[in-house]
T-cell receptor, first 115, second 115 residues
Framework: GNSVTQMEGPVTLSEEAFLTINCTYT??????LFWYVQYPGEGLQLLLK?????DKGSNKGFEATYRKETTSFHLEKGSVQVSDSAVYFC??????????????FGSGTQLTVLP | GAGVSQSPSNKVTEKGKDVELRCDPI?????LYWYRQSLGQGLEFLIY????????KSGLPSDRFSAERTGGSVSTLTIQRTQQEDSAVYLC?????????????FGSGTRLTVV
């Protein structure tokens, strides 16, 4: 089956610090990989995605590279802001049809950025 | 619509009562998903619809839970005889055909509290 493992939180950083949130996966088939962000009191928003090996997804200063050899999709940002405080979820799907389309999520990583 | 709409946003119900949660997906999205987010439990897949049919109901926790989708659009998740352990945020997501590449768009969720 499919599974996603994220680094345990919470993560607390000072503004302008470098961020890495680790994500590794196991999958049957060839997965597409996603990072979602959930701001306080809101639903999940797609942050970035990558659909094949070596692809780099990027958005709002965040980046993640699809590493097939290490089955990883680590999220990075060079300089975090207070407004980045949220819960970050790594996720994958392997299907193009049927039930394989469902997203499998990691457990989420709470990020708090202090001014 | 422009986004995935869920209603109500908050619901408080007495133990033993039935509740209905509604999801209005993005127009034209053929796939619809229900997830449950409980404190400390992460995101739990409940059910997936393709059009009006549900090829994967594997995540429904018990026979008190049911869902339907009509007209390939609006979906209703029904919980009968609610229990306190049903308290959670229920999230709906939709995606176009081929969600593997597009990712999913989530609604803001319905926060259900069973007292």
């Amino acid at each position: 089956g499919n599974s996603v493992t994220q680094m345990e939180g919470p993560v607390t950083l000072s503004e302008e610090a470098f961020l890495t949130i680790n994500c590794t996966y196991t999958a049957t088939g060839y997965p597409s990989l996603f990072w979602y962000v959930q701001y306080p009191g809101e639903g999940l928003q797609l942050l970035l995605k990558a659909t094949k090996a070596d692809d780099k997804g990027s958005n709002k200063g965040f980046e993640a590279t699809y590493r097939k050899e290490t089955t990883s999709f680590h999220l990075e940002k060079g300089s975090v802001q207070v407004s980045d405080s949220a819960v970050y979820f790594c996720a994958l799907t392997t299907g193009t049809s049927g039930s394989a389309r469902q997203l499998t999520f990691g457990s989420g990583t709470q990020l708090t950025v202090l001014p | 619509g422009a986004g995935v709409s869920q209603s109500p946003s908050n619901k408080v119900t007495e133990k033993g009562k039935d509740v209905e949660l509604r999801c209005d997906p993005i127009s034209g999205h053929t796939a619809l998903y229900w997830y449950r987010q409980s404190l400390g439990q992460g995101l739990e897949f409940l059910i997936y619809f393709q059009g009006n049919s549900a090829p994967d109901k594997s995540g429904l926790p018990s026979d008190r839970f049911s869902a339907e989708r009509t007209g390939g659009s609006v979906s209703t998740l029904t919980i009968q005889r609610t229990q306190q352990e049903d308290s959670a945020v229920y999230l709906c997501a939709s995606s176009p055909e081929g969600g593997r590449s597009y990712g999913y768009t989530f609604g803001s969720g319905t926060r259900l509290t069973v007292v």
